[in-house]
């Protein structure tokens, strides 16, 4: 299987500042077929499923405010929010779909400073 | 308007059976793959099963494979997911997940609100 390790577990920002989240893959989750990352990234508020903010390591889902971005490097992804509000604060999990089983990082909570 | 909707969650006893469902609305549904996703109270996700649009191909976790099953009927627009010899460690919220369906694996597009499905005595 294909471990997702997120790190930090947990950060505290400040409004309007950068919140930086980092998932790492164990294995390379690259697509043979259209060379992209089959990597996702879901937020998840209280008492709310899941909602997907980025797919292929950088696409942007349609609604999701352009202050969130996702950036790779190999097996090292981010997820950027570039100016933090406060209906960010949640938890984040990223995703990997490149094989079965499907896996998510631990998850990390973005929390006001 | 994309929605979906589970039912079918309780308490259950340790060894038995239950059968979630989801009816979704507002896309095509046997058009895409579906999946079911789980969270432990207080933990985070894990992907349980998956089922394509056919119905033709299923896919388990190793967690619950030859104790779940996952199932469609198109024609009646509704996913299920029958769950026997139930443990405790089963107990989570159950959402169903819709594919995005844009090629190779699958992220997921829409969620439900989700179930919640507790094994207790």
């Known amino acids: 299987d294909i471990v997702m390790t997120q790190s930090p577990d947990s950060l505290a920002v400040s409004l309007g500042e950068r919140a930086t989240i980092n998932c790492k893959s164990s294995?390379?989750?690259?697509?043979?077929?259209?060379?992209?990352?089959?990597l996702g990234w879901y937020q998840q508020k209280p008492g709310q499923p899941p909602k997907l903010l980025i797919y292929?390591?950088?696409a942007r889902e349609s609604g999701v405010p352009d202050r969130f971005s996702g950036s790779e490097s190999g097996t090292d992804f981010t997820l950027t929010i570039s100016s933090l509000q406060a209906e960010d604060v949640a938890i984040y999990y990223c995703?990997?779909?490149?094989?079965?089983?499907?896996?998510f990082g631990q998850g990390t909570r973005v929390e006001i400073k | 308007e994309v929605q979906l909707l589970e039912s079918g969650g309780g308490l259950v006893q340790p060894g038995g059976s239950l059968r979630l469902s989801c009816a979704p609305s507002?896309?095509?549904?046997?058009?895409?793959?579906m999946s079911w996703v789980r969270q432990a109270p207080g933990k985070g996700l894990e992907w349980v099963s998956a089922?394509?649009?056919?119905?033709?191909?299923?896919y388990y976790a190793d967690s619950v494979k030859g104790r779940f099953a996952i199932s469609r009927d198109n024609s009646k627009n509704t996913l299920y997911l029958q769950m026997n010899s139930l443990r405790a460690e089963d107990t989570a919220v159950y959402y169903c997940?819709?594919?995005?369906?844009?090629?190779?694996?699958?992220?997921?597009?829409?969620w439900g609100q989700g179930t919640l499905v507790t094994v207790s005595s």
């Open positions: 292929w390591a950088s």
């Open positions: 089922i394509s649009g056919s119905g033709g191909n299923t």
């Open positions: 995703q990997q779909y490149l094989s079965i089983p499907w896996t």
């Open positions: 997940a819709k594919d995005a369906g844009r090629g190779g694996g699958s992220c997921f597009d829409y």
């Open positions: 507002g896309f095509t549904f046997s058009n895409y793959a």
């Open positions: 294995q390379s989750v690259l697509s043979n077929s259209n060379k992209k990352n089959c």
